[in-house]
């Protein structure tokens, strides 16, 4: 029995995709330090679409979030939004992380444009 996949879903699996999807399992476990070390190395340049660049960006966001750095979690969002608006701008998840960070830590490093950024100009 083959379990070959039609060619149609057939995709190139990279060493930074399974890096990527190591921060977020580590995230999702609440183990920021094991995420961060997870994301080491990976730059936008090794992914081919801008919404897996944004993607990048938004989950190592969460993962600076969660490790108590909202300045390198905003920071991290603007790049994401950078890439691509959509992720920062219109997934629920992401733009209630982002609208939090502008709330809790008005004062943070690029909080003033992150607002920007959700209020849409």
Known sequence: MSHELPAANRFAVTPA????????VHWALGEPGAAMRAGQGLHPA?????????????????????????????GALLAAHGHAR???????????????????HPTSTGA????LVLAGT
Do not use: C, K, M
Request: aromatic fraction near 6%.
């Open 112 to 115: 003033d444009r992150l607002a």
């Open 46 to 74: 090794q992914f081919p679409t801008p919404e897996r660049r944004a993607r990048l960006f938004t989950d190592l966001a969460r993962v600076w979030a969660q490790a108590d750095n909202p300045s390198r979690a905003i």
């Open 17 to 24: 995709q399974v890096a990527l999807y190591r921060v977020g």
């Open 86 to 104: 959509a992720e920062v701008r219109d997934r629920a998840s992401i733009r209630g992380l982002a609208i939090e960070l502008v709330r809790h």
